[in-house]
């Protein structure tokens, strides 16, 4: 199994920035890509960055392009995403996704609270 655990997220003014850390334990050799995804109340879960095993691969959500910079570690088995310029409506829980060797299932982490106020 892996588990992941994020943390990094709080309230932060418009304009604002914060970093996100998700560090992951257990069967490391099993990961594959890793990313963060996000969900607001009342919304569905939705990708935000994901990065593949050797960094080589990024893909961003059009809403954060420009803003929001994801980068991987995997010396400390970490990812993180720098977020600058933060918006109200990136308010969200953000959750860690971690894809496995041999598996379609993903492993999530428990989720970090980001609040943006105005």
């Known amino acids: 199994q892996v588990q992941l655990v994020e943390s990094g997220g709080g309230l932060v003014q418009a304009g604002g920035s914060l970093r996100l850390s998700c560090v992951a334990s257990g069967r490391i050799f099993a990961i594959l890509a890793m990313g963060w995804y996000r969900q607001a109340p009342g919304n569905q879960r939705e990708l935000v960055a994901m990065?593949?095993?050797?960094?080589?691969?990024?893909t961003y959500a059009d809403s954060v392009k420009g803003r929001f910079t994801i980068s991987r570690d995997n010396a400390k088995n970490t990812v993180y995403l720098q977020m600058n310029s933060l918006k109200r409506e990136d308010t969200a829980v953000y959750y860690c996704k971690a894809d496995l060797r041999a598996t379609i299932v993903p492993t999530w982490g428990q989720g970090t609270q980001v609040t943006v106020s105005s």
């Open positions: 990065v593949s095993s050797g960094g080589g691969t990024i």
